[in-house]
């Protein structure tokens, strides 16, 4: 204010004042227009009701969900969808009707799955037709995880390998990661930070890095595992009847007001923060945000 007093009493002090405020208006708009993107906003805990699905005739053996919050059920007699506001799956019949192993969906409804025998899938959105990806033929894998921009991780654990695979490209990669053995459930967050349930413990792999490194406080008998849009971290534990979670970036774990729930295993959260859980191995509950 001293500066802008003084500014008025010189000559010419209006003209001054004036060219300062025009300054600090552009000032404004370009600091505006150049700040960084925000992060997501945080999921809050969820404490809404609790629902169950009609019972499921497949056995379920993955569940995710695309960004219309469409969910994806794999299991022995194919793939099923069940979009927002539906109480019963509608299978998709793909041809050959395959049996699904493990699946995960991208955010634009392409999905990814691995069947009974080994074999690496794509459908694209509206279509049928499966189309084999360039993987050889798989005897021991974990579950399949999908990033947002579509690049599939699996794990190979006949040949102790996780692998990496871009669309379009010729073959998977290996990412040279140390300190995972038998890979079993898998979730990925939009940050591309693995999270993978190996030897009876979870690790990180954070993008870019070469070592996994353990996640503290989690379930020791995770049946599955999932990350919301904020990159909070959930877990079913299949010996407690539990689902837990842990905040974006680490803390502590947070059990969910689950009830009733039976060998909890599959899970995965929508964009409105509901949390789906695979109960029994063939029903499915819901948890509402809030």
């Known amino acids: 204010m001293n500066i802008v007093k003084q500014g008025l009493q010189r000559r010419g002090g209006v003209l001054g004042f004036l060219l300062g405020i025009a300054a600090v208006v552009v000032l404004v708009a370009a600091c505006t227009?150049?700040?960084?993107?925000?992060?997501?906003?945080?999921?809050?805990?969820?404490?809404?009701?609790?629902?169950?699905?009609?019972?499921?005739?497949?056995?379920?053996?993955?569940?995710?969900?695309?960004?219309?919050?469409?969910?994806?059920?794999?299991?022995?007699?194919?793939?099923?969808?069940?979009?927002?506001?539906?109480?019963?799956?509608?299978?998709?019949?793909?041809?050959?009707?395959?049996?699904?192993s493990t699946s995960a969906v991208a955010p634009d409804g392409t999905l990814y799955f691995v069947t009974l025998d080994g074999l690496v899938q794509t459908v694209s959105p509206g279509s049928t037709e499966p189309k084999r990806l360039p993987f050889a033929k798989l005897q021991n894998y974990s579950d399949i995880a999908v990033a947002t921009d579509g690049t599939i991780y699996l794990g190979d654990n006949k040949q102790n390998k996780l692998l990496k695979y871009i669309p379009g490209a010729d073959s998977?990669?290996?990412?040279?990661?140390?300190?995972?053995?038998?890979?079993?459930?898998?979730?990925?967050?939009?940050?591309?930070?693995?999270?993978?349930?190996?030897?009876?413990?979870?690790?990180?792999?954070?993008?870019?890095?070469?070592?996994?490194?353990?996640?503290?406080?989690?379930?020791?008998?995770?049946?599955?595992?999932?990350?919301?849009?904020?990159?909070?971290?959930?877990?079913?534990?299949?010996?407690?009847?539990?689902?837990?979670?842990?905040?974006?970036?680490?803390?502590?774990?947070?059990?969910?007001?689950?009830?009733?729930?039976?060998?909890?295993?599959?899970?995965?959260?929508?964009?409105d923060g509901n949390v789906y859980v695979v109960h029994q191995g063939r029903e499915l509950v819901r948890l509402a945000a809030k």
Do not use: C
Request: no cysteine; glycine share 12%.
């Open 33 to 100: 227009n150049s700040a960084p993107t925000s992060r997501p906003p945080d999921v809050p805990l969820q404490t809404g009701t609790q629902s169950t699905f009609p019972l499921v005739a497949m056995g379920i053996s993955s569940l995710s969900v695309d960004d219309e919050n469409v969910l994806y059920l794999g299991g022995a007699t194919g793939i099923s969808t069940l979009a927002p506001g539906a109480v019963r799956p509608t299978p998709l019949n793909l041809s050959g009707y395959p049996t699904v």
């Open 172 to 271: 998977p990669t290996e990412l040279p990661v140390t300190g995972v053995t038998g890979a079993g459930h898998v979730a990925i967050d939009a940050e591309d930070n693995l999270f993978v349930f190996t030897m009876g413990e979870i690790v990180k792999i954070a993008k870019d890095a070469e070592a996994a490194e353990p996640v503290d406080g989690g379930p020791e008998d995770v049946g599955g595992l999932a990350v919301d849009t904020a990159g909070n971290l959930y877990a079913t534990d299949v010996k407690a009847n539990t689902v837990s979670r842990m905040p974006a970036g680490g803390g502590e774990w947070a059990q969910l007001p689950f009830t009733g729930l039976q060998s909890p295993t599959h899970i995965t959260v929508d964009r």
